[in-house]
């Protein structure tokens, strides 16, 4: 099966946003490293990292380093995203 390319070259998203997230959603505890996420979607560790970043970066989700090679990614409820502030920042600043 030939993947198809994006212009410029890159290959085109074979996953959506919302599978990733739905990873999440579909999770008893909603903060998952990214190997529970690639087995959830069926996708590669890599390319679960590389999109779990993208969806960092994009604000849709937390990433903290737990360890000096160990990283986790959260999602978190709507209820808990709006005005979750000093909880936020007492959770991902290391002290």
């Known amino acids: 099966m030939t993947r198809k390319r994006r212009e410029g070259?890159?290959?085109?998203?074979?996953?959506?946003?919302?599978?990733?997230?739905?990873?999440?959603?579909?999770?008893?505890?909603?903060?998952?490293?990214?190997?529970?996420?690639?087995?959830?979607?069926?996708?590669t560790r890599e390319t679960a990292?590389?999109?779990?970043?993208?969806?960092?970066?994009?604000?849709?989700?937390?990433?903290k380093e737990v360890g000096s090679r160990a990283v986790v990614y959260v999602l978190l409820p709507d209820s808990r995203i709006t005005g979750y502030g000093e909880w936020k920042q007492s959770l991902w600043t290391d002290e």
Request: charged residues 25%; hydrophobic residues 40%; proline residues 2%.
């Open 49 to 63: 990292r590389v999109r779990l970043n993208e969806l960092a970066e994009d604000g849709e989700l937390y990433r």
């Open 9 to 43: 070259g890159h290959y085109q998203q074979t996953y959506s946003d919302q599978t990733f997230l739905d990873a999440f959603r579909e999770a008893a505890i909603p903060v998952l490293t990214s190997l529970e996420v690639a087995e959830a979607v069926g996708c």
